[in-house]
T-cell receptor, first 113, second 117 residues
Framework: KQEVTQIPAALSVPEGENLVLNCSFT??????LQWFRQDPGKGLTSLLL?????REQTSGRLNASLDKSSGRSTLYIAASQPGDSATYLC????????????FGTGTRLLVSP | GAGVSQSPSNKVTEKGKDVELRCDPI?????LYWYRQSLGQGLEFLIY????????KSGLPSDRFSAERTGGSVSTLTIQRTQQEDSAVYLC???????????????FGQGTRLTVV
């Protein structure tokens, strides 16, 4: 059974810091890994999707890397801003023949002004 | 539409009543999924549709839960005889599905917050 873990569970940083969120998964037979953010009381917003053949994806101040063989992904946020405060979730797409995301436990990020 | 739309955004119902939750996926998206997020819990997969068919219903928590999709578009999640433990945020997502060598990006709606009193 695929299990996805995110470390740390919560993170509080001052504005301007660069930070790294970690995601690990137990079964390396995945197709994709997707990072989402969730604001309180809201749905999920897709941030980045990395295909299993890729090693990283970048969007603005966000950079996500994937090491499929070791079962790890990191989300790097540069020059953090208070608006980045949210819960960040990683999810892996299982190699099961149909599309099903298995979500991590989430990292709650607070960026203070 | 521009994004995945869910209705209602909030629903309060009495224990034992039936509820229907609706999802309008992004136009052209063939794959549609339902997830549930209970308070303090992670996201739990419920069901996946490819077109109008659901190849895997194993995620549905009990036989009180059912879902259908018609015309390859709108989906309805029905919960019969609701219980307090059904209280959660129900999220719908859609994607273009399989593209030969990879699964495409999933886009989520804002969710329906269900409260059973």
């Amino acid at each position: 059974k695929q299990e996805v873990t995110q470390i740390p569970a919560a993170l509080s940083v001052p504005e301007g810091e660069n930070l790294v969120l970690n995601c690990s998964f137990t079964d390396s037979a995945i197709y994709n890994l997707q990072w989402f953010r969730q604001d309180p009381g809201k749905g999920l917003t897709s941030l980045l999707l990395i295909q299993s053949s890729q090693r990283e994806q970048t969007s603005g101040r966000l950079n996500a890397s994937l090491d499929k063989s070791s079962g790890r992904s990191t989300l790097y946020i540069a020059a953090s801003q208070p608006g980045d405060s949210a819960t960040y979730l990683c999810a892996v797409e299982r190699d099961t023949g149909f599309q099903k995301l298995v979500f991590g436990t989430g990292t709650r990020l607070l960026v203070s002004p | 539409g521009a994004g995945v739309s869910q209705s209602p955004s909030n629903k309060v119902t009495e224990k034992g009543k039936d509820v229907e939750l609706r999802c309008d996926p992004i136009s052209g998206h063939t794959a549609l999924y339902w997830y549930r997020q209970s308070l303090g819990q992670g996201l739990e997969f419920l069901i996946y549709f490819q077109g109008n068919s659901a190849p895997d219903k194993s995620g549905l928590p009990s036989d009180r839960f059912s879902a259908e999709r018609t015309g390859g578009s709108v989906s309805t999640l029905t919960i019969q005889r609701t219980q307090q433990e059904d209280s959660a945020v129900y999220l719908c997502a859609s994607s273009l599905g399989w593209k030969g060598t990879f699964w495409t990006e999933a886009f989520f709606g804002q969710g329906t917050r269900l409260t059973v009193v």
